[in-house]
């Protein structure tokens, strides 16, 4: 080995001694316990508690970070707000032809013998610098000296030269020598020397300061025992050590993001392309990625550098402590970073890689906060995403109707990971494209009720089996401009109890577009299908929100199909007798009338209402939709209200003596059935009977009126007025038949088959208390006993027929007749005579 450029162990020019002198072992380690230089008099021998395989899958770069004492230098570092400015420490790197030697100083610091315990350290309690195990300066020193780095290293601090070495035995050893006066005197010469002649900006001072010289050339036992030359650093070596270190290199600004949290630095965000992929502790490096291994402890690729201000590593220094810590210090750093920087778009691209799980959003899922969730929502609905709709791929695959859903919402589909979407989703910034349906049903304008029949049965019996069902009573209903939405209906429970109803449902025409309904179908069918359907919705809904809170509900939900096919019961049982007519021949009087039923027993009861519009509390009784909140007093004569029980085969039923001059209404619904739906009519007006001196003179002829009416004593005769007054016993009356015979009822196909009658002389009595015929007891009538109508009448000798035996008449089709008998004729049921007419039909009389 050429001399020339050797040094002895306090770094002086070699004079030429034995510089295998450290192998000494005067005063050997073990005597005593050294915890301090000044138990060493002279020189110590300290074997290390490693042996020289420690750490076997260690490279040099990696142990940059354990070998360096609390310093940040770049190669001069200067401490931060003194002035004139006091340099704390430096690193040199001496070289020839690109090989050389690296001083590292550190200044007023001194290495204690504990030091070289593992474990031992003084950096326990100081939470502003990496590495707290105790191992770092040992685990540095094994892999630096062992092959294939094969550097010397040698330390001077607290007036001792440190050499270190490996024994015969393999083990590592350190020679502590304590340096004479005039040896310090020399080394400290000699420093200011080289501070003269270079860029050095202080003297190291071997007593005051700590002093680490790796790469002097030397000879020195290997890992195995055996001597062998020891080798110089390489500038490319140099290079690639003060990658470990942030602060060794200017990165441009901009590239080295601060994170703050409450104005406390809380980490960098690395984005120089040099040092992505890194993670650093303090400055330090603690693992670089390579392109077969992550730097993150979860082995996913790390788009970013991250540097943590705060933080504990693993004795191995690789990592930080834990997966989740070092998840969460990212986040932080993420968190901590002003919206001024604009990477969000960065933080975005991230969640949202379809092809890579990156490292960086680890633990987004669970830890991300409100404000940076906000910021992403904020960046996905700018502008720039106008009109996208965001989705994970869960809700679409649980959603058959997502598709539809999303074009009916006007927007385009967008999907995020499922992790990206949980973020958003936990701080209730986005939602699903079902909700967002029901979102803007719910704040839909309200729609008003189109005056058609079909729209007002529909809202009507919607609204009435809501109040006959007890598991919806006091839902109230609101149809609403919904648009395109495809949602029917929806229960909005806060803040008012309220079904919500597509306005469609109240064209006939979308209903069945909307049911799939045949082209050909009766109005009262899909009347029928339409209410049907939105019961049976809104019981759902209802019953699968409140079924875990009532025992009640959980048994309702289990008879469900049974509720439904009672109320489609009610709703056919309406449908069917719904076309009633009110008919108002003659003053005072209305009659009502109502289909025959197929499939009824004729003597099912019905109650029949009549109510006025005057009367404050019948107009209320329109509103009323079920049978038992829809019932008035009953009374006879004149009285505002007016209640009959009638067997539904009657098919109508007729009310006298009702104050003239005013307007009435019916309500039908079932006797038997308190939930039954009341059936409306229109408003029918009712004439008030003209006074007897009103009345036209007798000497007036019938075709002077022109109406078709005849007169007796004065008196207007109508078709169904009483005949009975004993003013007419002695008066001829000729009637009028100029006019044509009325035309059937709608409800009649037939013209008149067939005629019934009743006394119209009898004094009027209540409805529900009124006697029947002797031919109305009969349960069929022989067909002999039937009237037939004969030719027209030119006159008729009203003194010739009996007063007591005018009758009024109907037929099965409603219509009506008044049928007079001879003063000679007995009636029908004591006396049967047959005659023939002119046409030579045989009549009953």
């Known amino acids: 080995m050429d001399q020339e450029h050797l040094v002895d162990d306090d770094g002086l020019p070699y004079s030429g001694e034995d510089i295998l002198s450290c192998t000494s072992d005067d005063d050997p380690y073990g005597a005593e316990e050294l915890d301090t230089l000044r138990s060493i008099k002279h020189s110590r021998e300290i074997e290390l508690s490693i042996t020289a395989n420690y750490t076997t899958d260690w490279k040099p770069r990696e142990t940059r970070s354990s070998n360096r004492r609390n310093t940040e230098i770049v190669y001069k570092v200067f401490k931060f707000g003194v002035e004139p400015k006091l340099c704390c420490g430096y690193i040199r790197f001496k070289a020839r032809d690109g090989m050389g030697t690296i001083e590292i100083t550190n200044r007023r610091a001194t290495l204690q013998p504990c030091h070289l315990n593992l474990g031992g350290s003084s950096k326990v309690e100081d939470k502003t610098q990496a590495g707290e195990h105790g191992d770092g300066l040992k685990v540095a020193l094994i892999v630096m000296t062992r092959s294939p780095q094969n550097y010397r290293i040698r330390c001077q601090s607290g007036g001792f030269s440190w050499n270190f070495n490996f024994t015969k035995k393999r083990n590592m050893v350190a020679r502590l020598t304590r340096m004479t006066p005039k040896k310090i005197e020399d080394v400290t010469r000699h420093a200011a020397q080289q501070v003269s002649n270079s860029l050095l900006p202080l003297a190291a001072d071997p007593k005051r300061d700590v002093q680490f010289v790796i790469g002097e050339r030397s000879r020195r036992r290997n890992e195995k025992g055996k001597l062998r030359d020891c080798a110089q650093v390489s500038r490319e070596d140099f290079d690639k050590w003060t990658m470990a270190a942030l602060f060794l290199h200017d990165i441009p600004s901009g590239n080295l993001v601060v994170s703050k949290k409450d104005e406390i630095q809380i980490g960098h965000l690395v984005l120089d392309p040099r040092f992505r992929g890194n993670i650093y502790l303090k400055g330090l490096l603690l693992q670089e990625s390579t392109p077969d291994q992550s730097a993150s402890m979860s082995g996913k690729e790390l788009k970013f550098g991250y540097n943590f201000v705060s933080g504990r590593t693993n004795r191995d ?64 609905f700018s502008e720039k995403f106008n009109g996208k709709w965001y989705y994970c791929s869960e809700e679409k695959a649980q959603n058959p109707r997502f598709d539809d859903i999303i074009r009916k919402l006007g927007r385009e589909s967008s999907e ?93 025409e979308a209903a069945i577009q909307s049911l799939g309904l045949l082209a050909v179908i009766a109005d009262y069918d899909v009347v029928l299908h339409t209410v049907k359907t939105l019961f049976s919705d809104g019981l759902d809904q209802v019953l699968s929100q409140e079924l875990k809170r009532s025992p009640d509900l959980q048994r309702a939900w289990g008879k469900r199909h049974e509720i439904c096919r009672n109320m489609e019961q009610r709703l056919l049982n309406f449908l ?28 099912t009861p019905i109650t029949v209402q009549v109510h006025s519009t005057d009367h404050h509390h019948c107009a209320e009784l329109k509103e009323h939709l079920l049978a038992d909140d829809g019932t008035s007093g009953t009374g006879s004569g004149i009285q505002p209200c007016r209640v ?95 006019e044509p015979t009325p035309p059937p009822a709608p409800f009649s196909d037939p013209p008149i088959p067939e005629l019934v009658g009743r ?72 006396q049967r005579k047959r005659r023939r007419t002119d046409n030579g039909d045989d009549v009953d009389l």
């Not at 099965?812 to 049921?829: M, S, Y």
Request: charged share 25%.
């Open 644 to 738: 009959a029980t009638v067997p539904i085969g009657r098919v109508s039923h007729r009310e006298d003596n009702l104050e003239g001059g005013q307007e009435y209404f019916i309500i039908i619904n079932s006797a038997s059935d308190p939930l039954s739906f009341n059936i409306v009519s229109e408003d029918c007006y009712i004439e008030t009977p003209e006074p007897r001196n009103s009345r036209p003179s007798s000497s007036a002829r019938p075709e002077d009126d022109g109406d078709g009416s005849a007169y007796l004593n004065g008196e207007e005769l109508r078709p169904d007025a009483s005949l009975g007054s004993k003013d007419a016993t002695d008066i001829d009356m000729d009637m009028s038949v100029d």
């Open 317 to 380: 220094r690789q990592v930080m402590s834990s997966a989740r810590e070092e998840s969460q210090a990212m986040l932080h750093i993420w968190q901590g970073i002003p919206n001024a920087h604009n990477l969000i778009e960065e933080l975005n691209s991230m969640l949202n890689s379809p092809d890579i799980e990156y490292a960086d959003v680890t633990a987004a899922k669970n830890y991300m906060n409100l404000e940076t969730a906000g910021r992403l929502k904020a960046y996905l």
């Open 416 to 508: 995020l990971k499922k992790p990206y979407w949980s973020i958003l989703r936990r701080h209730n910034l986005i939602w699903t494209a079902e909700e967002e349906e029901k979102r803007r049903f719910l704040e839909a304008k309200p729609a008003k009720i189109p005056q058609t029949s079909f729209a007002r049965c529909v809202e009507r019996l919607f609204r009435s089996c809501i109040q006959a069902c007890p598991h919806l009573d006091g839902i109230s209903v609101q149809f609403v401009q919904a648009g395109p939405l495809d949602l029917q209906l929806f229960y909005s429970k806060k803040p008012d109890h309220k079904f919500k109803v597509h306005e469609r449902w109240l064209s006939q």
């Open 576 to 603: 069917r007798m719904d076309k009633i007519r009110v008919e108002t021949t003659s003053p005072g009087s209305l009659e009502v009338l109502w289909p025959s039923v197929q499939g009824w027993p004729d003597d």
């Open 759 to 830: 006394n119209t002389t009898d004094p009027p009595r209540a409805a529900s208390q009124r006697t029947l015929w002797p031919w109305e007891r009969q349960s069929q009538l022989d067909t002999d006993e039937l009237f037939s109508v004969g030719a027209k009448l030119t006159s008729l000798n009203i003194l010739a027929m009996d007063q007591d035996r005018w009758f009024e008449a109907t037929n099965g089709n409603q219509v009506k007749a008044v049928i007079g008998f001879p003063k000679e004729q007995p009636l029908p049921e004591c």
